[in-house]
């Protein structure tokens, strides 16, 4: 489910997709690894630089083999920062943006009706 | 080689061809089409093998019933082609007497799971 | 309410089991992700942006205390400390593991719970109005039906692989408060001659990327005639709905394409030649379903009695504003129904903590006969509160920040949980929905504002119904940006319609300064209690238009 095309390359490119057992969002690091996607800032991602590139990188994890450890697995374009450019991808990489469970109204009920 | 399951949990190996009187039949033919066509007389005694396509697609089965309907009790209404093991008891309960499975799809979602 | 018999018991354990294999078999690799997508999502096991999302099914909103409790073990246990109620009235898990989901299924179904046909192209758990069987205005309690076609619905094995989801939804009021109009079939039931019910059959509603308001398909049905004639209609749709194209495989595009008189004669042709032979014992089974749901056995005398009597203890200015806008009429005199919102300030709508769900299932089972309702607008609601126990069910549920008075009134959002978690999202709904709740909170006095429907979706597909809001936004990306388009004057009750689509698209921050001038102009312009949708009606897309961009204000 490739979310956007890529129009630039010029930043590279990296694979990111599910862990199949636990549905976490996962990346592909440069040891050939899947790694936890919120941990990105912490690792080194496998990167292409062409369309050849990605197109080899996502044929390495062998995707359509049943014993893939991940599914839906994608190519997603980076900022200069290494980071995914796309508000979608960079929403996977941090987590929901709001505060949910105990901590939701924590401090935010100074408003009332 | 291909498998037989019946509907008594037997499992039949078909050596080669299925019985020569079938007729194929794919499970998006609309049913006028196969009222006109296959249930006339000529056809009336033979196996009937409904080809699923893609196991996704669910025609197949309201097909079942409503051939079950019309067709004589002496003809054997199959179901072939893109079934997988959770499918089987479905089957039965449409009104199929048998499924054909290919040697392939048998052991790739091994011989037990069709074992329903 | 209704308790499994030896059937369900077994059927549901069964498909635990089964669940059980098919996870086993999919991470050993004899399935392919193509061929147990279908399987999971039959079990309402999504993949979604962070995880696997697994919804679980509450026939028709309806919760004991035993059950509510389970979810709230379930949500320690498996995912982190909360619920999301949705708007098919099911309850939603964030953060499961795929490993850990059988394990979670045999948990929900010592409680008599499960999440079959909470997903996939099958019939979806059915909903129905939650105020069904106490509601002052109802005619016919719409509950033994629910049942019946859930029993009936339920692992039918003929249309587990239809060409697209199919939802049902049922009503028993004048008054629908079950949106059955947007649904692929909706039914009205009314009073029958002999004290059996009359079903009218509304057809090929929906929202998604093509909304569509029901046609009324088939009128006065009987109880005998009704299961013969949805097998006939589902084969229909199974054999004729389109497969190629899965934005147009819902009923409402066969419809379309069909032309109502000539689907209705397929219908009709099917319905005559089906063997009804499996459908014989079908009224007698309805029938055993009916002391599932009697009403209970009050004291007339005594209960009148109480309803007369003023609780002085609820004329304080916040509880009485909290009894004026979240408790509802009565089917029982002495009686009311308690409406819980979901929606506290800074909350996310829908979310529930453990802790929440722990206390609600002890205010129920001690104050409204071990019952509780989800309601598809992401609330909760006690049926059978006593007049008497009102002040201590306010203070319980103050207690747990669940006594915000803000039942129907702008600040009652109904959000989809967008980009925040779901993977068709193009935006997020939550934030936005947070911040105009916030924006509303602060100018204006809600109350004075009176009932009006914001409801936000994250994607086309329009989980959060806001094409049938006062005044609905939905979510998009434009190249990487989240905008938000505005929709004015839709309705989802009886005289159900599709708002209407305003000019481009504002930003996530312009969004709540918007809604506050479309809201403003509103009050402005409306004549007493008018509606928002009667006024809209009056003055007129173009006005409003205008305050919706703020041009001429």
Known sequence: MAAVKIKDYSHGVMLIANNLLSGLSVYLNSDHQWLLLENLAQGKAAVAYSEQEAAELLASINPDDFLCPVVDPYIIQLDGNGKPSHSRELLRATGPSIRYGAQATQGTNDVSI | MTKQLLKNGDVIDLAGQVSADSIRVPAATPFTEIQTGLLTQELKQKTVLLEFSNFADGRGFSLAKMLKRDLPSSTTLAATGAIIPDQVALAWQCGFDSIIVSDELWHRCGPDSWMV | ????????????????????????????????????????????????????????????????????????????????????????????????????????????????????????????????????????????????????????????????????????????????????????????????????????????????????????????????????????????????????????????????????????????????????????????????????????????????????????????????????????????????????????????????????????????????????????????????????????????????????????????????????????????????????????????????IGKLAINISGCINACAHHHVADIGVLGLDRAGVENYQITLGGRSDENARVGERMGPGVSADELPATIERVVKFYIKERRDDETFSLTYDRIGKTEFKTAVYGVAE
Not at chain 3, 245 to 257: D, F, G, H, S, T
Not at chain 3, 280 to 308: C, M
Not at chain 3, 347 to 370: E, H
């Open chain 3, 1 to 448: 309410m209704y308790q499994y018999n030896e059937v369900d018991q077994i059927t549901v354990d069964d498909r635990c089991r089964e669940f059980r294999d098919q996870v086993e078999r999919r991470i050993e690799g004899t399935l392919s992700e193509a061929e147990f997508k279908p399987l999971r999502l039959m079990n309402g096991l999504y993949l979604q942006l962070h995880a696997y999302m697994l919804r679980v099914a509450i026939p028709y909103g309806v919760l004991n205390s035993i059950q509510l409790n389970k979810l709230a073990d379930i949500s320690d246990k498996y995912d982190r400390g909360y619920g999301h109620f949705t708007t098919r009235q099911n309850i939603q898990f964030n953060w499961p593991t795929l490993e850990e989901v059988p394990d979670l299924l045999e948990e929900l179904a010592t409680v008599q719970m499960h999440a079959i046909q909470t997903s996939g192209n099958c019939i979806r758990n059915i909903t129905s109005d939650p105020l069904a069987g106490v509601a002052a205005d109802e005619e016919v309690d719409p509950r033994p039906i629910c049942e019946w076609l859930r029993q009936w619905s339920t692992l039918h094995p003929e249309f587990r692989y239809l060409p697209r989801k199919f939802k049902f939804a049922i009503t028993g009021s004048a008054n629908d408060r079950a949106a059955i109009k947007v649904h692929d079939i909706g039914l009205r039931l009314r009073k029958g001659p002999n004290g059996d019910p009359l079903i009218d059959l509304w057809l090929g509603g929906g929202q998604g990327r093509t909304p569509k308001i029901a046609q009324l398909f088939k009128q006065g049905l009987t109880v005998e005639q009704l299961l013969p004639y949805l097998e006939a209609t589902l084969r229909v749709y199974n054999l004729h709905g389109r497969r190629d194209n899965k934005y147009k495989a819902r009923i409402k595009i066969l419809l379309a394409e069909t032309g109502l008189e000539a689907l209705q004669a397929q219908v009709q042709e099917e319905y005559e030649a089906l063997d009804k032979s499996p459908f014989v014992n079908s009224v007698a089974e309805l029938k055993a379903l009916y002391p599932h749901f009697a009403q209970p056995l009050v004291d007339v005398a005594q209960a009148s009695e109480i309803a007369n009597v003023i609780d002085e203890k609820l004329s304080g200015e916040e509880v009485a504003r909290w009894y004026k806008q979240n408790t509802r009429d009565h089917k029982l005199a002495g009686f009311r129904s308690v409406m819980i919102s979901l929606k506290p300030a800074g909350g996310i709508p829908g979310d529930a903590t453990s802790a929440q769900m722990r206390a609600l299932a002890a205010i129920a089972k001690r104050f409204s006969r071990d019952e509780l309702r989800v309601t598809h607008r992401q609330n909760l609601i006690l049926p059978w509160v006593a007049e008497k126990d009102l002040y201590a069910v306010w203070l319980a549920l103050r207690e747990i920040d669940l006594a915000e008075s803000n039942i129907d009134l702008p600040s009652d959002i109904i959000a989809c949980p967008g980009m925040d978690y779901c993977a068709l999202a193009t935006a997020r709904s939550i934030p936005v929905a947070q911040d105009i709740s916030k924006a509303i909170r602060k100018t204006e006095l809600q109350h004075d």
